[in-house]
């Protein structure tokens, strides 16, 4: 089924590891972005790019990384890992631009919970 | 930048009642988009309803609904007949037409279905 797909669902890291959460859609959307999801703070941007080769800050996006080398993939790399990095984390995606029909609403993959200790 | 503001952080209704989540933003711009997602315990982020803000009449899918105000920068969510499946967090979402792609957040509404 088309959507977009995150893994892993699930990983625990420890302080000062690296690692990377993938991201996928097979939607052909052009925008992809990252969110991190915490108790009482709602979604907080972290990346988003608007196409391959372009990728800009949102909120929150200090130790973390992307980059768009195809449409289909965004990865976000989580360069040192930190307690305070402790959260859920969602990709989602989207068609580019404004009126687009009825595609203009974001498509989330299922999160991954990530608990650095 | 544009806020969402969910005022509720807690609601609950008895099933097959009807409640109102609510839900107010802040922007200068008058073309965007306005959603409500539903968060269920799984943790898939699932659409609800989502209105124009061109649009006058008020977004309906089956027992969803939104009152829009747009002057008073306003969007509340209500689902009429309650079931135990309505049991989630809901957020409210903004999105610009003409600034790109990103979305605001509010900062949720966990709603609890008392059968």
């Known amino acids: 089924n088309a959507g977009v797909t995150q893994t892993p669902k699930f990983q625990v890291l420890k302080t000062g590891q690296s690692m990377t959460l993938q991201c996928a859609q097979d939607m052909n959307h052009e925008y992809m972005s990252w969110y991190r999801q915490d108790p009482g703070m709602g979604l907080r941007l972290i990346h988003y790019?608007?196409?391959?080769?372009?990728?800009d800050q949102g909120e929150v996006p200090n130790g973390y990384n992307v980059s768009r080398s195809t449409t289909e993939d965004f990865p976000l790399r989580l360069l040192s890992a930190a307690p305070s990095q402790t959260s859920v984390y969602f990709c989602?995606?989207?068609?580019?631009?404004?009126?687009?029909?009825?595609?203009?609403?974001?498509?989330f993959g299922s999160g991954t919970r990530l608990t650095v200790v | 930048a544009q806020t969402v503001t969910q005022s509720q952080p807690e609601m609950s209704v008895q099933e097959a009642e009807t409640v109102t989540l609510s839900c107010t933003y802040d922007?200068?711009?008058?073309?965007?988009?306005l959603f409500w997602y539903k968060q269920p315990p799984s943790r898939q982020m699932i659409l609800v309803i989502r209105q124009e803000a061109y649009k006058q009449q008020n977004a309906t899918e089956n027992r969803f609904s939104v009152n829009f105000q747009k002057a008073a920068k306003s969007f509340s969510l209500k689902i009429s007949d309650s079931q135990l499946g309505d049991a989630a967090m809901y957020f409210c979402a903004y999105r610009s037409a003409n600034t790109g792609n990103q979305f605001y957040f509010g900062t949720g509404t966990s709603l609890t279905v008392i059968p």
């Open positions: 922007t200068s711009e008058s073309d965007y988009y």
């Open positions: 790019s608007v196409g391959a080769g372009i990728t």
């Open positions: 989602a995606s989207s068609r580019f631009g404004g009126r687009t029909g009825s595609d203009y609403g974001y498509t």
